[in-house]
RNA sequence: GUCCCCAUCGUCUAGAGGCCUAGGACAUUACCCUUUCACGGUAAGGACACGAGUUCGAAUCUCGUUGGGGACGCCA
């Protein structure tokens, strides 16, 4: 296959506001903009929020600031417009239903009225059936004048697209080739949600042609909805841009990476001081090579050498060990003064001291106590073997399976605050009817390695989720191995 | 279950028919350097999933098997 780029492309990424900014993202990203940028394009950030049930505020924010610092720059985006503006979803609202209105009036999609109800018990009964899942089109021979008339009576519903029947569609990816899929097997895929939202496949195809997008560059877990992409765009008369999606990153077993697995915040590896250039040089590496035997290298020098010819196609597993030996070979190569101001900068910064001072301020007599007291706040891993974490007659496995239902709590807090966390770790303990002191010491243990430290959700508060999470999950899996039922304290 | 994608050391990869007794890096293990640790250096073990073809010749091409992954949501 040849791709030749005539024309400056245009590419985006486009991150949903759910939650922390992953690491996929960055991944993306990074090839977004080296490919962009060997052509002398554009890259560009577009806010999928479509979906209000999932939406997080401060998410925007914090995806923003983490590619920032990641230390690849947008072209165009919501902080900074551009001519093909807003590029945010919520704000582009009309336009979607504009489409969908066209779509209908051309015959190509049509309302459903089916509820959810009725959909869970399909997908239900065809599961029971071994059946595979989809819409049975049940909506699709409403006439015209039903579907007007139940709409204009109020009743609700939501667009779907009219799939062809029979024949194939067919895309040219520039890792893949052509990928055919069967138009038969396609799903009339819904476009407008009852809430008059748009889907990612409505939103997604509408922007991309509206802000010229020329190539989307995603990950692999795109790859089955491409053709019905690729079939909207023929239905709206539209240029369809090319298509190519990167290998998924993966934990140690080779499933997608996941943050019950694996750390996917790109706050963590911030917070862990990893330098975005490192960061850069490796995630270029999870697929892609200079083709010698050089791996370290610059964002830049990949840029001058990039193609898709040298990327490969296996799911990279994502080595934690390896980002750690390349950052130390950036690390050293950094001068005094760099380091003196990153660690200002990154380590011991005023906003994290003064979070930190409070809780500590009362237990130390001198200046002298206060690194061996708060040493916690600023190192990565701990260890657990040298401090009894298990409470008396409690086995590892019941202890690891409390964390686990208490990080679940965490992770669907809206905001990382003290009276937040304490909420959930009260409510666990009454719920389970445990004593509080079962569940708060090991996780004090946990989180600060010792058994003695500032007030619990405090220092959970200040330590930040991805680190709690992080410890937590380190912890789980050395309490699982322990032995069955802990050995009393005093033999 | 159905469809799609993928398959070289434990991990990331080089390899685009003969340069391959398969190269490099991380990790591991030795040894050297060193007052310690680390860095650095040297060395070792460690892979073409399997089976058929095509070819004088296959890690490289084709097909099949197996294995892994992804998708099948009014989530993205």
């Given at each position: 296959m040849s791709h030749t780029v005539t024309n400056p492309p245009r590419v985006r990424i486009a991150p949903s506001p759910t939650g922390d900014p992953h690491i996929g993202t960055a991944y993306i990203a990074l090839f977004n903009y080296v490919f962009a940028k060997k052509h002398g394009g554009k890259f560009i950030i577009r806010i999928e929020d479509t979906d209000r049930t999932r939406y997080r505020a401060e998410s925007e924010a914090m995806i923003l600031d983490a590619i920032k610092w990641f230390g690849i720059q947008w072209d165009e985006g919501p902080d900074i417009g551009g001519p093909f503006g807003p590029y945010k979803q919520s704000e582009r609202l009309p336009l979607y239903q504009k489409a969908a209105d066209t779509l209908i009036q051309k015959g190509a999609a049509y309302r459903c009225f089916c509820t959810v109800e009725r959909l869970d018990k399909l997908r239900e009964v065809q599961n029971a059936n071994k059946l595979p899942p989809g819409?049975?089109?049940?909506?699709?021979?409403?006439s015209q004048e039903d579907s007007d008339r139940r709409a204009a009576a109020g009743e609700k519903f939501t667009v779907r697209f009219k799939m062809p029947t029979s024949g194939v569609t067919s895309f040219d990816d520039q890792i893949r080739g052509k990928v055919e899929f069967e138009n038969a097997r396609l799903d009339d895929l819904v476009l407008l949600k009852a809430d008059g939202f748009p889907t990612y496949h409505l939103a997604s195809v509408v922007d991309d042609n509206a802000m010229k997008i020329t190539h989307v560059i995603r990950g692999e877990e795109w790859v089955s909805s491409t053709p019905k992409h690729v079939l909207l765009y023929e239905a709206f008369g539209w240029q369809p841009p090319s298509f190519t999606h990167l290998n998924l990153l993966r934990n140690t077993d080779k499933s997608k990476i996941s943050k019950r697995k694996n750390p996917t915040s790109i706050l963590y590896y911030r917070r862990k001081g990893i330098l975005p250039a490192a960061l850069r040089n490796f995630l270029a590496l999870m697929g892609w090579?200079?083709?010698?035997?050089?791996e370290i290298f610059s964002t830049q020098t990949m840029i001058e050498q990039f193609t898709w010819e040298r990327f490969s196609l296996g799911g990279p597993v994502f080595d934690l060990t390896k980002l750690l030996w390349m950052n130390s070979q950036y690390l050293k190569d950094l001068s005094d003064d760099t380091w003196v101001s990153l660690l200002k900068e990154q380590v011991f910064n005023d906003h994290y001291l003064k979070q930190i001072i409070p809780l500590i301020k009362e237990r130390v007599?001198?200046?002298?106590e206060f690194i061996p007291n708060t040493d916690f706040f600023f190192s990565g891993d701990l260890k657990y073997?040298?401090?009894?974490i298990l409470p008396k007659g409690l086995s590892g496995k019941v202890v690891s399976n409390w964390f686990s239902e208490v990080l679940e709590g965490f992770e669907n807090l809206d905001e990382w605050t003290v009276a937040n966390i304490k909420e959930v770790m009260e409510k666990f303990v009454a719920d389970k009817k445990i004593k509080a002191k079962d569940l708060f010491m090991p996780m004090r243990v946990a989180v600060s390695g010792t058994l003695v430290s500032p007030p619990l959700m405090e220092t959970i508060q200040v330590l930040g989720k991805e680190m709690v999470r992080r410890r937590m999950r380190l912890a789980m899996a050395y309490l699982a191995a322990q032995k069955e039922v802990a050995q009393p304290a005093n033999k």
């Amino acid at each position: 296959m040849s791709h030749t780029v005539t024309n400056p492309p245009r590419v985006r990424i486009a991150p949903s506001p759910t939650g922390d900014p992953h690491i996929g993202t960055a991944y993306i990203a990074l090839f977004n903009y080296v490919f962009a940028k060997k052509h002398g394009g554009k890259f560009i950030i577009r806010i999928e929020d479509t979906d209000r049930t999932r939406y997080r505020a401060e998410s925007e924010a914090m995806i923003l600031d983490a590619i920032k610092w990641f230390g690849i720059q947008w072209d165009e985006g919501p902080d900074i417009g551009g001519p093909f503006g807003p590029y945010k979803q919520s704000e582009r609202l009309p336009l979607y239903q504009k489409a969908a209105d066209t779509l209908i009036q051309k015959g190509a999609a049509y309302r459903c009225f089916c509820t959810v109800e009725r959909l869970d018990k399909l997908r239900e009964v065809q599961n029971a059936n071994k059946l595979p899942p989809g819409y049975d089109r049940h909506c699709r021979t409403v006439s015209q004048e039903d579907s007007d008339r139940r709409a204009a009576a109020g009743e609700k519903f939501t667009v779907r697209f009219k799939m062809p029947t029979s024949g194939v569609t067919s895309f040219d990816d520039q890792i893949r080739g052509k990928v055919e899929f069967e138009n038969a097997r396609l799903d009339d895929l819904v476009l407008l949600k009852a809430d008059g939202f748009p889907t990612y496949h409505l939103a997604s195809v509408v922007d991309d042609n509206a802000m010229k997008i020329t190539h989307v560059i995603r990950g692999e877990e795109w790859v089955s909805s491409t053709p019905k992409h690729v079939l909207l765009y023929e239905a709206f008369g539209w240029q369809p841009p090319s298509f190519t999606h990167l290998n998924l990153l993966r934990n140690t077993d080779k499933s997608k990476i996941s943050k019950r697995k694996n750390p996917t915040s790109i706050l963590y590896y911030r917070r862990k001081g990893i330098l975005p250039a490192a960061l850069r040089n490796f995630l270029a590496l999870m697929g892609w090579s200079l083709g010698g035997d050089q791996e370290i290298f610059s964002t830049q020098t990949m840029i001058e050498q990039f193609t898709w010819e040298r990327f490969s196609l296996g799911g990279p597993v994502f080595d934690l060990t390896k980002l750690l030996w390349m950052n130390s070979q950036y690390l050293k190569d950094l001068s005094d003064d760099t380091w003196v101001s990153l660690l200002k900068e990154q380590v011991f910064n005023d906003h994290y001291l003064k979070q930190i001072i409070p809780l500590i301020k009362e237990r130390v007599q001198s200046f002298e106590e206060f690194i061996p007291n708060t040493d916690f706040f600023f190192s990565g891993d701990l260890k657990y073997e040298n401090t009894p974490i298990l409470p008396k007659g409690l086995s590892g496995k019941v202890v690891s399976n409390w964390f686990s239902e208490v990080l679940e709590g965490f992770e669907n807090l809206d905001e990382w605050t003290v009276a937040n966390i304490k909420e959930v770790m009260e409510k666990f303990v009454a719920d389970k009817k445990i004593k509080a002191k079962d569940l708060f010491m090991p996780m004090r243990v946990a989180v600060s390695g010792t058994l003695v430290s500032p007030p619990l959700m405090e220092t959970i508060q200040v330590l930040g989720k991805e680190m709690v999470r992080r410890r937590m999950r380190l912890a789980m899996a050395y309490l699982a191995a322990q032995k069955e039922v802990a050995q009393p304290a005093n033999k």
